[in-house]
């Protein structure tokens, strides 16, 4: 399961400082040391985890925790409350503007989901009386093209292809298309690799500013722990992104990605995919997911 190792090492810091009774600042910075190590094996970034543990630090130690009849209860939900703001505080929705075309690139390395996501994003979209057009732009592979005919046709909703020509070149094609056809939210379904490459990025770039879209959304796999940041921040430093969607949160992903992202990019976690099926999709909600850390 997600986040287990993660949330046995965190109970296992705060029944030790429960059975304390009294606190002190020492008892708070042993627990602290635990948290950090807890934080770190389940590949949160390092930064990250040094400024997650100097604030609930701080917090603990400056606030009246001390004289509280229950400290150990006080330190928790300083943690609780820190892990909330590390992943973005509320829920962040889709920018979908009341008028004209909406255009959602949906980008990321090669096998993290982007096309599953891509038709998960669209049937979501549907339910909510839109007309979605997903556009393969993923041109390398014939393979993705089929598969996203197959995504497309699952979630019914409208595919547009045009083979193995220039992305950009669809793209432009499909906003056209959509236009006519009364689609008002198109979704590209962009090439990945397996590593970040100058030309791809290069490629995203063309793309980004021939058709502006609305959404950037950086498609990221929970389970690749320590690289998800970096893919992530390079993403984000070429494009821009708008938000992330983190999928397989149904695996067994030490949590770093979840807790990393946002902190390091700035940019919100949007959307959570939790299997391979087109329902398979939620809003991020960062208070459940701490809540699910603490166990
Ligand atoms: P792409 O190369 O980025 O387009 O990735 P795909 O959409 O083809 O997904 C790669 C593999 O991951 C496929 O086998 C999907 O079924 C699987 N997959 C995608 N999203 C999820 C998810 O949220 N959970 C699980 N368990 N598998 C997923």
Same mark, same amino acid.
């Given at each position: ?8 090492k ?9 059975? &304390?009774?009294?606190?002190?600042? +020492?008892d708070? #910075? ?8 807890? %934080? =770190?094996? *389940? ?9 997650f ?18 400290p ?10 820190e ?6 505080s ?23 989901? &982007?096309?599953?996501?891509?038709? +998960?994003?669209? #049937? ?8 979605? %057009? =997903?556009? *393969?732009?993923?041109?390398?592979r ?22 193995q020509?220039?992305?950009v070149?669809?793209a ?35 793309? &980004? ?38 999928t397989?949160?149904?695996?067994d ?12 990019t ?30």
């Amino acid at each position: 399961m997600a986040f287990e190792g993660l949330s046995e090492k965190l109970s296992a810091a705060f029944k030790r400082l429960k059975q &304390k009774g009294k606190l002190d600042e +020492k008892d708070v #910075k042993t627990a602290m040391r635990e948290v950090r190590l807890a %934080l =770190l094996e *389940a590949d949160v970034n390092y930064k990250v985890t040094k400024q997650f543990v100097s604030a609930v630090t701080e917090r603990a130690v400056g606030a009246a925790v001390f004289e509280s009849l229950t400290p150990a209860q006080q330190v928790i939900k300083i943690v609780h409350e820190e892990l909330i703001n590390l992943m973005g505080s509320e829920v962040s929705r889709l920018q979908i503007p009341s008028k004209g075309q909406c255009v959602i690139m949906m980008c990321g390395l090669q096998g993290s989901g &982007k096309t599953t996501h891509s038709g +998960k994003l669209a #049937k979501l979209l549907k339910g909510q009386g839109h007309r979605p %057009l =997903l556009v *393969a732009c993923d041109v390398y592979r014939p393979a993705a093209i089929k598969q996203l005919q197959v995504v497309g046709e699952q979630a019914g909703v409208p595919v547009f292809e045009m083979g193995q020509i220039d992305p950009v070149e669809i793209a432009k094609k499909a906003l056209a298309h959509a236009r006519d056809y009364g689609n008002d939210i198109v979704i590209l379904d962009t090439a990945g690799r397996l590593h970040i490459d100058e030309q791809l990025m290069g490629e995203l770039e063309n793309i &980004k500013s021939a058709v502006d879209p609305s959404e950037i959304l950086l498609v990221i796999d929970a389970m690749t722990g320590q690289d998800a940041v970096n893919v992530a921040q390079s993403f984000n430093d070429l494009l821009e992104i708008t938000g992330v969607v983190l999928t397989k949160l149904d695996g067994d992903t030490r949590g770093g990605a979840a807790l990393s992202v946002k902190a390091v990019t700035g940019k919100p976690i949007k959307f959570s995919g939790t299997g391979e099926k087109l329902d398979d999709l939620e809003p991020f909600y960062p208070d459940r997911m701490a809540s699910r850390i603490l166990g």
